[in-house]
């Protein structure tokens, strides 16, 4: 190989571009309050603050322009950059909104059926999981296995504990203490507090307990407050999951 | 080696500083050396239930601004030579109080005093927090009612949480519960939670249960902490308390509705 061709390979190796697809939450909207979407978007925030930090973000406009609203993309994308999200793309925006997009330096993608660059097969309110790639010449994926948090002392009145997996508690939670976790919550003793599941619309997550006394149970934003749980599934061992969008208390011991 | 006890609840008005007074006055009539701090600087009430306020010269505050010396400011008690008492300031707010001001005062009583009693303030604002900051020990006091044993939890989790024990990583805070006014009567009528139903809910070691007695009232109008009166009921339970806490044995005692069971007995009213 002489000097000239191996300086042009090493050239060609410097730069190389690939295809990989990434898990990227998706912000849908469905109204043009402005105020409203501040709030609602400071509320969602602040129920898991460390996932939000910084995290990449797509705004999805289809909803919106379905059902006619106007917005304003510049406060919108304002309103999102101050609540310290990162917008890495508008979808199924209209030829003015894609216009304004750009101008702001966030690149447009088409809407979801076309053919669209960000890959978001499971649209839930806030995407997380990656789809298993079937053939391997697709992009890879990037697979991050989330420890489950184990806590042995109780959580008292006033503490937050935040999962980023599974959690389980080997004591108990009480009144005014608040459990969220990403994936599902076990705990092998009372709970008296808020127990959120699959925070982030994991909506096969699911809540154990061995006495359910909880102010708050939730699963991808599916919830009931105490008041809804009736004394059948109350002061016992239960496990709690979603079916059809609502929330199934179910009676942990099966019998058979 | 020295033991820091905080003497803390988050709700007001439970029983704070005659438990600070009681348990005070017990170690040190027991031989040990001891110093009770008053923490709720502005709303001082120590010096009144040890009976001291009118020897109160230097404060809390004056020792950590430097303004006296631990000796000039801590009053020894007219009953026990064994105990000091370090007041608060009655003329400063809970911000004179610093960190670093209550760890050196902590620091030095150490060298000197086998227990260090830190009456805390009601809240979980800074005075609360800097009384319980540097504790070894934890007594909660609780009422047998819902918003205090909630404030309890509540506690509970900032010394688990907060604590320079918690933030250093070393053993947790032992922490033990005090019921304190407590009436078996009331509790058989249900206005009042029972002793299973505040355990259940808190899951803490009882270190024991002080029953409702006008005797604490009549201590606290004298200046005398109430476990010097021997013949009250709520005396022997302040004494039981500071005994199970060194490591005796002692069966729980006014729990039970002895006058029911009187009633009962002689079918009467």
Redesign the interface.
Known sequence: MSQDSKKKSNLINALEFKTSTFSVPVLMLASDDMGLLEQLLAQKIKQAPEFFKNSPLVLDLQEINKQGFIVDIIALVDLIRKAGLILVGVRAGNVLQNKQSLDLGVPVYAAQGRESIVESQRLTKFQVETPPTIESDKPQEIKVTVPTTLIT???????RIYAAGDIVIM??V????EIIAEGNIHVYS?L?GRALAGVLGDIDARIFCFDLQAELISIAGNYKVSEDLGASVRNKPVQIYLKDKSLIIKDIVLHH | MARVIVVTSGKGGVGKTTTSAAIAMGLAKRGHKTAVIDFDVGLRNLDLIMGCERRVVYDFVNVINEEATLNQALIRDKNCNLLYILPASQTRDKDALSQEGVGRVLDELKKDFKYIVCDSPAGIEKGAHLAMYFADDAFVVTNPEVSSV?DS??M???L??KSRRAEQNEE?INEFLLLTRYSPERVKLGEMLSVDDVQ??L?LHLLGVIPESKSVLNASNSGTPVILDEKSDAGQAYADIVARYLGEERPHRFIDDKKGFFRNLFGGK
Do not use: E, K, V, Y
């Open positions: 002392h109780p959580i008292r009145s006033g503490q004591a108990q009480s009144a005014g203490a009372t008296r | 909630r939890d509540r509970l989790g900032i688990s949480s947790p259940d809910i899951s």
